[in-house]
């Protein structure tokens, strides 16, 4: 019988997380970026409450979860107006035409 | 009523010093004509009205009051600076000789600015399109200052100071005209000779500080008197010079001192090895030449012997005379061959200083300030009319282009006739109606100098010889006595100033004394001198031994000089106004203007009357002042003490100089005119002719060359001078020139080194290494910078995982 390991909560943590850094890396949509970017965010929370579970009675894991949520929603509402003046700004979402900040 | 005049005396100098200010630095927004006149209100309207009032009020003041307002303003002079435990106080000299000094120098001035304006507005005076209009009256203002306060210094420091402004002024004035190449050198010439005379004054100012203690012309005099009465500081036995250890015995250093002051008469009158500068001077605008040039600024020296009469030796005296009679007869030699009609006023000018002169050296005081006064009306219209014939002519000044002008210029013509008539000394011997005697101002005060003359060389009766030991003691005594008493008990001093009617004569103590002589102390005085003269005083003290007759030659070279100057200046008016036009182009464009000949009709009365009449009683009044002197030979002819003490004198009426003169000089201007019209009636022919024939020939090269002293001067001085700056010249190019540029070849290498190697290579090359390294890292840098968002992720991803995979590495390594 299968037993459900740390191990098996650490590699959906580390295909999320991969699949997050892929999405990041290759999408051009900047709404797309956002979504790796919440892949990340999420694969990050798997660990923290894999660990906590796997540790004695502790919550401090599933709390600093609660807080990477909510860091989270703040961020995405930030991410969003940041894309909607990307957008106004160069009429497209797409990242590779917003490269005003080559040195 | 004490201080008023003084203080209207001092305020005479306030409007010409602010009108200087206001033409220097608001001429040219006055304007043309305007300035002239803003030049002759303030410059010297104003002035001539506060002397009139000074003048008048003075003319009718009483002899006691005016001595008690002579020490008024003595007393009330200002402090102005401490040096050491000496105070520099200023104030105003406020007597008689002050009063008419002021008086006749407003007077001339101010007809002259008048004629200035005239003068100056057909001038061509630009220069550089900047119209010096305005400038010329400004330095007309600012001679109007320093001439004033020249005239009222109470001190020889003032004296001084004012003396080298309008040394100052002069120079200005006759580089006016800088534009040309004649005029700057002749006023360099005139301010290096002045500086060589004003050395001497200020030796002579030296003695007189050093010895005498002050500066101020009373305390000098009465610190002069004091010392000779005691034998002390001058008068010591032994003097030693504080400063440079050297010793003078007896009177030298007396003797010293008054040849220093008069060194500075030499240089600003223009007397003999000094008198160089006065013909080249008149480079200037021909109103200067009347102004400064002949009536008032070279008239200081005569001036300011007569201020320092008192501290003159006899010794000194003897060395004024010298020089003084050497100048009025060679400078008036060379006037008879002067062309330009401003030359031949200017060497006449010489003479007639050299006649002032030679009455100070005399101890004619009266008579030489007289002439000064009755010179400086006469020359300023002389010039005047120069003026006017050189402006009608337009700048011709050559008298042999001129001829027969008197029918363009009438005015001009017979008022430079009143002029000349006063200076040949035109009067009539022997007429006269009472008091009034006929004659002009010339004649009078030219005859006083030479009675004078005559006296002091043929009727100064030697001593010594001929008396026994007995009177000779009481000689002594006298002499002694006569230094220290009051000089009020002097019997020689006339009771009334009525001198110009009785011309000169002398009081003399040998007989007929008691005659004039009323008061009781004179009477006293009186007893004395006829002690002294019935005994034929000997003398072989220090003081005597210095007073002797006149050479001979002396008095002569005056009475020939008389002769030569009717003969110059009615060739001058002859050639320039009679006989039939020579230039028939310059003829035809003279003309004369009305604010010209204003002046010239004026100055014309003044010389016949006003000089005489207003300024003579003045003067003997003056004299008062010069007969305290102490070692005084005489006054106006008249013997002082201790001269009459010492001296007899002959003076029996047959020998009666002013006899004698009558005979010698009374129509010596009748000789003269004769002589010069028999020359000149024709025009140049007869001139030319006697210029041929052989001894004539010679002389008249020596007189046109002027006795080669500007040809002396330039080997002696002017050479050695180039000489010496030859050698300057030598060792700035080869000694400083070669240290300096050697030092400045090590200091350039030294720059270079700095500045190509330390600097650029050094200090730049650290700090742009430093910039050049910085931009090439931001070179680096910036590549990775590319703006693309998913570049960043997979490089942080990248690096990341290389990070952990360096660390699960090293982990492995340390781990084992």
Known sequence: ML????????????????????????????????????????????????????????????????????????????????????????????VDQGDVLRG | MEPVLAKLLAASLITPFLTFWILVLWGPKIGKPRAGWVGLIGGMGVPLALSAVVFATWFFTGPQQRAELTA??????????????FDVTFGVKLDSLTVAMHFMVCFIAFWIFFFSIGYMSGHADCVHHQS????????LALFAFSMLGLVISPSLLFLFIFWELVGLCSYLLIGFYFETDYAPPAA???????????????????????????????GAAAAFKTQLATSTGLFAPQVTVPIFGWTFSGMTLATLMGVGLFCGAMGKSAQFPLHVWLPDAMAGPTP????????????????????VFRLLTPDAQMFIAVIGCITLTFMALIAIVQTDIKKCLAYSTLSQLGYMIFG??????????????????????????????????????????????????????????????????????????????????GFFSKDEILAVAYDRAYNWGRFGGHSDGHAEARAKGEARRAYTEEPAGGGARRAESDAGGRGVRLAAFAGEGAEDVQSPAAREGDVHGAE???????????????????????????????YVTPFYMFRAWWLTFMGKPRDHHVHEHAHESKMMTTPLVVLAVGTLVSSYFLFRPMLSHAAEAA????????????????????????????????????????????????????????????????????????????????????????????????????????????????VYNLLSGVTERIAAFSGRVLDAQGVDGFVNGISETANDLAEVLRKPQTGGIRKYVLWSVGLVTAAIAALIAAMRVNGG
């Open chain 2, 627 to 738: 007969a305290d002197a102490p070692l005084v030979v005489a006054v106006d002819g008249e013997a002082r003490e201790p001269a009459a003490a010492l001296l007899s004198l002959d003076h029996t009426p047959e020998r009666d100089p002013h006899k004698k003169l009558v005979g010698l000089v009374g129509f010596a201007f009748l000789i003269g005119f004769a002589v010069s019209w028999a020359i000149y009636r024709n025009g140049l022919d007869a001139a030319s002719r006697i210029k041929a024939i052989p001894p004539f020939n010679l002389l008249h090269t020596l007189l046109e060359r002027k006795y080669y002293f500007d040809e002396l001067y330039d080997f002696l001085w002017v050479r050695g001078c180039r000489a010496v700056a030859a050698v300057c010249a030598f060792i700035d190019t080869w000694v400083i020139d070669l």
């Open chain 2, 132 to 139: 010096k209009y305005w400038r010329f009256f400004a330095y």
């Open chain 2, 360 to 441: 100070m050296g005399v101890g004619a005081w009266t008579a030489a300030l007289f002439h000064l006064i009755t010179h400086a009306f006469f020359k300023a219209m002389l010039f005047l009319g120069s003026g006017q014939v050189i402006e009608g002519c337009h700048h011709v000044q050559d008298m042999r282009r001129m001829g027969g002008l008197r029918t363009k210029m009438p005015v001009t013509c017979w008022t430079f006739f009143v002029g000349v008539l006063a200076i040949a000394g035109f009067g009539i011997p022997g007429l006269h109606l009472g008091h009034w005697k006929f004659g002009l101002g």
């Open chain 2, 72 to 85: 008024a303003a003595q007393h009330s002079q200002v402090f102005w600076a401490q040096l050491g435990s």
């Open chain 2, 288 to 307: 200067v030449s009347a102004l400064i040039h002949a009536a008032t600024m070279v008239a200081a020296g005569v001036y300011l012997v007569a201020r």
């Open chain 1, 3 to 94: 037993t459900i390991e740390l191990t098996h909560y650490l590699i959906v943590s580390a295909v999320l997380f991969c699949a997050g850094v892929f999405t990041m890396a290759t999408k051009r949509n900047a709404i797309g970026i956002l979504i790796g970017v919440e892949l990340v965010l999420n694969s990050a929370n798997v660990n923290l409450v894999a660990f906590d579970r796997y540790r004695a009675g502790l919550m401090d894991g599933q709390i600093a979860a609660l807080f990477v949520i909510v860091l989270a929603a703040a961020e995405a509402a930030l991410a969003v107006a940041i894309c909607m003046n990307f957008y106004k700004n160069l009429v497209t979402v797409d």
């Open chain 2, 532 to 562: 002294g003269g019935g005994h034929h005083a000997s003398a072989k003290d220090g003081v005597a031994s210095g007073i002797r007759a006149l050479p001979k030659w002396m008095f002569w070279f005056a009475i020939l000089t008389a």
């Open chain 2, 188 to 218: 360099m010439k005139a301010f290096i000779t002045n500086r060589v005379g004003d050395f001497g004054f200020i030796i002579g100012l030296g003695i007189v500080f050093t010895f005498l203690g002050t500066l101020d012309l009373e």
